[in-house]
């Protein structure tokens, strides 16, 4: 049975597409069978592993009814995924039907006996696309910069949590915060480390204790949409989100 993970954090611009896609390739390294699911209508998790987002089956098609979910999985290289398209920007006025917060759990509940781990990236909002990764999923993990803006939305976040453990997903468990773009060497980023294990603390979850640093090798691995591990892995960053995959490996998730 599938463990579901949701990567969210309403702020851009922090690496959970990144994220995502990092430990979904760390997952896959170490002989599990991975499946993401692109909800975020930009489409970068889809675009980042060359997978198809026009004239084929997406994540909008499954969650309207129209496809079947296995039939809108892509083998994409290193791990399956449901791609995604712009249409999904407009469900939030298009999909009004009593129970519209379970149509993904709905969903992946036809897949979960054929994957190991279901990872979910989630857009920069907490719009219902958000609400329905959160219904369907074990465990969210919160990628954020290292940076006083990112902390600030960390409050929205759980107060949305909150809400889909009292009314859709009373075992819906936060995973952790895991720090990305970090730099040791700065005094904001200790200051922030600090805060965040403070903010952790009060949330009842976990600060992974690695971290991630900034690397332009994975912005290119992206663009050339390949695997970071193979474009660059010996670079600092791929290293991080090896020891990342590890950790959570280690503490059960």
């Known amino acids: 049975m599938a463990k579901i993970i949701a990567f969210a954090n309403q702020k851009g611009g922090v690496g959970k597409t990144t994220t995502t896609c990092a430990i979904a390739a760390g997952l896959k390294e170490k002989g599990n069978r991975v499946l993401c699911v692109d909800l975020d209508p930009q489409s970068n998790l889809s675009f980042s592993v060359g997978a198809c987002s026009e004239d084929c089956a997406t994540i909008y098609d499954v969650l309207k009814g129209d496809v079947k979910p296995l039939f809108a999985i892509q083998r994409a290289g290193v791990f399956d995924i449901i791609s995604s398209n712009i249409l999904l920007s407009g469900v939030e006025l298009e999909f009004t039907q009593t129970g519209r917060e379970y149509l993904l759990k709905e969903a992946l509940a036809t897949l979960t006996s054929k994957y190991d781990y279901i990872l979910i990236d989630t857009p920069p909002a907490l719009s219902i696309l958000t609400v329905n990764a959160f219904t369907a999923a074990n465990g969210i993990i919160i990628p954020m910069n290292a940076d006083i803006f990112s902390l600030q939305g960390i409050a929205q976040l759980s107060e949305t949590v909150d809400k889909v453990r009292n009314y859709c997903n009373p075992n819906l468990k936060l995973e952790g915060i895991v720090l990305t773009k970090f730099n040791k060497n700065t005094v904001l980023s200790k ?63």
Not at 215 to 221: G, K, N, P, R, T
Not at 232 to 238: D, F, K, R
């Open 191 to 253: 200051d922030i480390l600090g805060t965040a294990q403070l903010i952790a603390q009060e949330l009842h979850t976990h600060l992974f204790v690695s971290t991630i640093r900034s690397s332009v090798a994975i912005m290119e691995a992206q663009t050339n949409q390949q695997s970071i591990y193979e474009y660059a892995p010996n670079n600092n960053a791929v290293m991080d989100y090896k020891s990342l995959v590890e950790e959570m490996l280690s503490v059960g998730i």
